[in-house]
Nanobody, 123 residues
């Protein structure tokens, strides 16, 4: 089992920056594609970014390209999401997830999930 714990969420003004962290426990952390998803109240959880475990390949949702950066530190078994130029989109809960061989871009493709960290961007 892989256990994930997100942190770093908070309140920020539009245009500001925030860095989220996802601390992972598990003996096979480096073998997982790790992703970040976000969910607004009453909405479906949507893909934000992913990073491969075997190389430096990353993938981003079109809505965050050029503004967000996903990275990982295998020594610390931690995945990060650097969010810059944040838009006034209200409140979202950001989730860290470990892929289980399914779609990189769909929540159904991920087996392991953290409990989420809330991010509020005000206008």
């Amino acid at each position: 089992q892989v256990q994930l714990v997100e942190s770093g969420g908070g309140w920020v003004q539009a245009g500001g920056s925030l860095r989220l962290s996802c601390a992972a426990s598990g003996r096979t952390f480096t073998t997982y594609i790790m992703g970040w998803f976000r969910q607004a109240p009453g909405k479906e959880r949507e893909f934000v970014a992913a990073i491969w475990g075997s190389d430096d390949t990353t993938s981003y949702a079109d809505s965050v390209k050029g503004r967000f950066t996903i990275s990982r530190d295998n020594a610390k078994t931690t995945v990060y999401l650097q969010m810059n130029s944040l838009k006034p989109e209200g409140t979202d809960v950001y989730y860290c997830a470990g892929n289980s061989g399914g779609s990189i871009y769909a929540k159904s493709g991920y087996k392991y999930w953290g409990q989420g960290t809330q991010v509020t961007v005000s206008s």
